[in-house]
């Protein structure tokens, strides 16, 4: 069966059962600070479950994008993937046990559908917990459409399910495949990994709080999930989703390009696609994210630089990550457009993370095996060296560490990385407020002509943009700012041009002092990341710009001269900097 076949039969099983299509969401999830990805179908659909009217209705049908990076270092075996995709189907109060059991039945043993013997079936039931009573009411079902009693097995938390510590959950009865090469056994042993799970139909009915405690819900749910790699995999009677379409073409570029076979370097090969097929599809998200060393940018990072590892491993000697992405988004992109249109994009922050990593890790290596030579505990100080030095993520250390046999003091490492973080902090706040180097009128000009570029730059390229540091000199302003690429000459002049306008206009700079709060309201702007007093200074040049500022400034615009942008440049992940100058007229 095609990954095409599987996609379609499941949309036009459930519209014909009045579920309406709906797009994937983000791989950033909205709302939900206690996860950095979205990891599950349900995720995007918790108000709906909690009784917000969905705008589709309240049967829907979709494909989820989703990552997981729990188990990373299992990656390389038979069933585990970081992205994935979710086949699932909602009721948002509408239908409930009878039907979605029914018609999970429906799907996975008619001949119009998948057409899987009854014999290779066999279901998992909760068997209750405190509160939460026995489901025998699924186990009724079930028996009723032909599953034997032997073939079904009550267990414990595994079918209790939830998106995470907190929200919606509620038992669930999950489908297994036989995969065995003999006939399968009469009895069920939930325990014989030659059972395979290809679905999973969890009733949402209860709410958890903080607390661990359990509310009925005043609408029931259904969540149905069937993960599409796995089930492409045990549908063709494959080892695992890399035999599979979904991965072929991307093995076979990796074939290419290490001129080895995947037959002898099977992990090393599964570990490399399925990463960077991973990181495309963060890098494409919607959202933009980059590699960085916090939060959803350090596990994009370290994706990355986990497969040119491996990717080394295998004997590939060129940089070849975006050649693999280009593989990726050919395979990937009539589904997902969003990797199409964001292809420049994604081949580039590819290219830039894997040249980087590319010029330290043969190093990096070298101090690493000189370290493992010397202790059977690799200290904090030093992980935080092969961190700081060779950009090798903590991670990477350790799994570095198990194939030498060695361990890491990964609290010794993160002692020095607060410490470091600490120091960076005292560095910052002791220069003069604003970025000033002195309060000389030629630093003065520049410090207003810092805010007019600020400006500009957010009203010709994007309003997204925001201030991310500064430095100024008597000689020249430095002024890093949030944006993915590159400025064109074009836009660069742009820039130039909007300052030089608003400076011949002849702007007053004046100061007002407010609440912090006030100055939020009236929409001025101000640094990330700063955490600013109760009452502030807020400048404004004319009508044109507004910012939280200490001063000092010029009184008009008309002193400043002629600005000039010399340079436009990358400082890091998601962050430019422009050093500019101001010129007597």
């Not at 420049?344 to 010029?359: H, N, P, T, V, Y």
């Not at 060695?406 to 220069?431: I, M, Y």
């Amino acid at each position: 069966m095609k990954a095409k076949q599987l996609r379609e039969l499941y949309f036009g099983f459930f519209q014909n059962k009045e579920h309406a299509l709906i797009h994937s969401a983000s791989l950033i999830p909205m709302n939900d600070p206690s996860v950095l990805f979205t990891t599950a179908g349900m995720q995007p659909l918790v108000p709906y479950l909690l009784g917000q009217k969905h705008p589709a209705g309240k049967r829907l049908v979709n494909i989820q994008k989703c990552l997981r990076t729990v188990d990373v270092e299992n990656i390389g075996d038979n069933s585990h993937h970081t992205f994935f995709q979710m086949l699932g189907n909602w009721s948002l109060g509408d239908y409930f046990k009878k039907e979605a059991i029914t018609w999970s039945f429906e799907f996975l043993t008619q001949k119009k559908w998948l057409n899987i013997p009854l014999a290779n079936l066999a279901i998992t039931i909760y068997k209750g917990e405190g509160k939460v009573p026995q489901d025998t009411e699924s186990a009724d079902i079930w028996k009723k459409l032909g599953i034997a009693e032997k073939r079904i097995a009550f267990v414990g938390k595994d079918n209790f399910w939830s998106a995470g510590p907190t929200g919606p959950c509620g038992p669930s009865t999950e489908m297994f495949y036989w995969t065995g090469k003999e006939k399968a056994p009469a009895t069920f042993d939930p325990e014989d990994k030659r059972w395979i799970e290809i679905w999973n139909d969890v009733f949402i009915t209860y709410n958890r709080d903080e607390k661990g405690n359990l509310t009925p819900l005043t609408q029931k749910n259904v969540d149905t999930g069937m993960g599409f790699e796995r089930a492409l995999a045990v549908l063709n009677g494959k080892e695992s989703a890399y035999e599979t379409e979904l991965f072929s073409e991307i093995i076979k570029k990796i074939e290419k390009l290490s001129g080895k076979k995947y037959r002898d370097t099977k992990r090393e090969m599964r570990i490399i696609a399925d990463h960077l097929r991973a990181a495309v599809f963060v890098l494409g998200d919607e959202k933009g994210i980059v590699p960085s060393n916090v939060d959803r940018g350090y596990v994009l990072r370290r994706l990355i630089r986990r497969a040119v590892r491996y990717g080394k491993l295998c004997g590939i000697q060129e940089l070849f990550t975006s050649q693999i992405a280009e593989v990726v988004i050919k395979e990937y992109g009539d589904e997902y457009a969003e990797l199409q249109q964001n292809q420049e994009k994604i081949i580039s922050e590819l290219e830039k993370e894997e040249e980087k990593f590319a010029r330290t890790l043969e190093k990096g290596l070298r101090e690493f095996t000189k370290m493992a030579s010397l202790t059977d505990v690799i200290s904090g100080e030093d992980a935080f060296l092969l961190f700081q030095s060779y950009g090798f993520p903590l991670e990477m250390t350790q799994e570095l560490a198990l194939e030498k046999g060695v361990t890491v003091d990964e609290a010794g490492f993160k002692e020095e990385f607060e410490k470091h973080q600490q120091l960076s902090r005292t560095a910052t706040e002791g220069k003069f407020k604003g970025g000033l180097a002195d309060t000389s009128p030629e630093t003065t000009k520049l410090h207003t002509a810092t805010h007019l570029l600020n400006e500009a730059l957010r009203r010709i390229i994007s309003k997204n943009i925001h201030q991310r540091g500064s430095n100024i000199t008597a000689e020249r302003l430095r002024f890093d700012f949030s944006f993915d690429r590159k400025l064109t000459k074009e836009e660069v002049q742009k820039v130039e041009d909007e300052v030089n306008r608003v400076i011949r206009s002849g702007f007053e700079v004046r100061r007002e002092e407010m609440s912090s709060d006030e100055a939020k309201q009236i929409g001025a702007e101000m640094e990330f990341g700063v955490k600013y007093p109760v009452r502030v200074s807020v400048y404004f040049v004319g009508g044109y710009s507004k910012e939280f500022c200490g001063g000092p400034h010029v009184k008009n615009t008309k002193e400043l001269g002629r600005f000039k942008i010399v340079k436009e440049e990358s400082v890091a992940a998601g962050v430019r900097r422009i050093k500019a100058v101001v010129e007597e007229q």
